[in-house]
């Protein structure tokens, strides 16, 4: 605000982000917004790119009390954005599954927990990071990316929002890390990206056959090494795609979960 107030009005118009026609308001509205954070005792206000309009509309008629026509809106709106971009649905989702449980497996005894939001994230992740092939398949985690950075995906923030997108970059080659978004991160985000990344990583190469193998899968822990099976009567030889994917990033799964996953 304090900036604000020392340039005069035709400066203030040429500040990015604001409108050249708020140039002669922008400072009320910043003495107003301050009054509020500090009478409120707020850490701060965030920025929405929805409206009170949105706001009154969502709160009467889709997120209604009594019968809210989506129970889960960051759920509704990972799903829109898979079925909007043309997603190998049985595909995503056998990912998500499979990579909840190697986050978990990963967490087996230990004492620290995974990050507030960590799975959801994860999931949102696993069931976009194929949207970018809608434009091409060469690169398409970078237009996955892509999208879900400019898509809206209603219920979730900004930082999230990158995070999911950055999950989605690096799932299948590359060193995970924020970037551009790191300004909207918090302590602990970059080392969240990387665990999340590697997950997703690992359970898209499980899924490299596409076929239902993985759901089979059995987890154990022998000699402090984990190992995975298919059980349920699954012949040896079926799952030999995966297998062979798996030996490929055998560095990688040392640095995500400080474990090697064998065959």
């Given amino acids: 605000m304090t ?12 500040v990015p982000g604001i409108k050249p026609g708020r140039g002669d308001i ?9 009054t509020v954070v500090e009478i409120g005792a707020f850490a701060g206000l965030e920025a929405t790119e929805a409206g009170l309009r949105d706001g009154i509309f969502l709160a009467r008629t889709i997120l209604g ?12 709106a990972v799903r ?21 449980q190697i986050a978990r497996l990963a967490r087996a005894g230990r004492a620290d927990r995974a990050a507030p939001g960590e799975h959801e ?11 970018g092939m809608t434009i091409s398949y060469g690169d398409h985690h970078k237009h996955s990316r892509y999208l879900i950075v400019s898509a809206e995906l209603p219920g979730f923030d900004p930082r999230e929002r990158a995070l999911i ?16 978004w790191a300004k ?20 898209e190469h499980l899924e490299r056959g596409r076929r239902p193998i993985g759901q089979r899968g059995a987890a154990s822990d022998q000699r402090r090494r984990r190992r995975t ?13 995966e297998r062979r994917a798996l030996r490929r990033r055998r560095s990688l799964r040392r640095t995500s979960t400080g474990r090697f996953v064998i065959g």
């Fill in 184 to 203: 909207l991160g918090r302590p602990g985000d970059e080392e969240m990206l990387e665990r999340c990344s590697m997950i997703l990583r690992l359970a």
């Fill in 80 to 100: 829109n954005l898979a079925v909007q971009y043309e997603s190998d649905l049985p595909h995503t989702e056998h990912v998500a599954r499979l990579a909840l």
């Fill in 121 to 131: 994230l994860l999931w949102a992740a696993s069931m976009l990071h194929d949207v």
């Fill in 26 to 34: 922008i400072l009320a509205a910043a003495v107003t917004l301050q």
């Fill in 229 to 241: 099976a298919p059980v349920g009567g699954g012949r040896p030889h079926a799952a030999a795609l």
């Fill in 3 to 14: 900036a604000l107030a020392a340039l005069p009005v035709d400066a203030r118009r040429t």
């Fill in 65 to 76: 009390e009594e019968h809210p026509l989506f129970p889960n809106v960051r759920e509704a």
């Fill in 165 to 180: 997108a950055q999950m989605t970059r690096y799932h299948r080659k590359g060193v995970p890390k924020l970037g551009e």
